[in-house]
């Protein structure tokens, strides 16, 4: 299992230029997240997704778009880029361990993303 | 006032100290309770978890959670430098997606 990879691993953009990020994930699993890290920040989310077909915002929703078309891949997209974007994207998938009251949820990370806006 | 507050440090310590770190949240519906551990340029992967209140013990490391004062740590027992990396706090109430405090930075030195 590759568990959940990232592409691409850099990037350089200029502002107003747009790329799409590509998580994919081999576990079956059905949920998945875009978080964004910024130093001092956090990791804080900027969509997910409960299936496939399915989105749903999260904190910082805004000048991001996502799909989700098939189950194990989930694309984050910026249509025109502004250098406050510039972060370390990370794509995550989830998991439930355990059965009833200590099931609990494992999120899976994949490597980021360093994506620079100048 | 954030729903999760985490001292981003940076913390150092001598190799075999005991190491605490601590996170204090406001929402008291939050009943699922999990520290993350992430090595520079890495991805965050789960080292502990606890559901509502109590203490859990893993090895060298212990969570535990306080749900009256809204207050969970984890302690490290006899630090090694291989525990130097970041350590986020993160949790939530049933059903609805992980916050995440803005993590730890911890070096433990040799």
């Known amino acids: 299992n590759a568990g959940v990879t990232q592409t691409p691993k850099f990037r350089v953009l200029k502002t107003g230029q747009s790329m799409t990020l590509l998580c994919a994930q081999d576990?079956?699993?059905?949920?998945m997240y875009w978080y964004r890290q910024d130093p001092g920040m956090g990791l804080r989310l900027i969509h997910y997704?409960?299936?496939?077909?399915?989105?749903a915002k999260g904190e910082v929703p805004d000048g991001y778009n996502v799909s989700r078309l098939k189950k194990q891949n989930f694309l984050l997209g910026l249509e025109s880029a502004a250098p406050s974007q510039t972060s370390v994207y990370f794509c995550?998938?989830?998991?439930?361990?355990?059965?009833?009251?200590?099931?609990?949820?494992?999120?899976?990370f994949g490597p980021g993303t360093r994506l620079t806006v100048l | 006032q954030k729903e999760v507050e985490q001292d981003p440090g940076p913390l150092s310590v001598p190799e075999g100290a005991i190491v605490s770190l601590n996170c204090t949240y406001s929402?008291?519906?939050?009943?699922?309770f999990m520290w993350y551990r992430q090595y520079s340029r890495k991805g965050p992967e789960l080292l502990m978890y606890t559901y509502s209140s109590g203490n859990k013990e893993d090895g060298r490391f212990t969570a535990q959670v306080d749900k009256s004062s809204k207050y969970i740590s984890l302690f490290i027992r006899d630090s090694q430098p291989s525990d130097s990396a970041t350590y986020l706090c993160?949790?939530?109430?049933?059903?609805?997606?992980?916050?995440f405090g803005k993590g730890t930075r911890l070096s433990v030195i040799a």
């Open positions: 993160a949790m939530s109430a049933r059903n609805t997606p992980l916050v």
């Open positions: 929402n008291s519906a939050f009943q699922y």
């Open positions: 576990m079956n699993h059905e949920y």
């Open positions: 995550a998938s989830r998991s439930i361990r355990g059965t009833g009251r200590s099931s609990y949820n494992e999120q899976f």
């Open positions: 997704s409960v299936g496939e077909g399915t989105t």
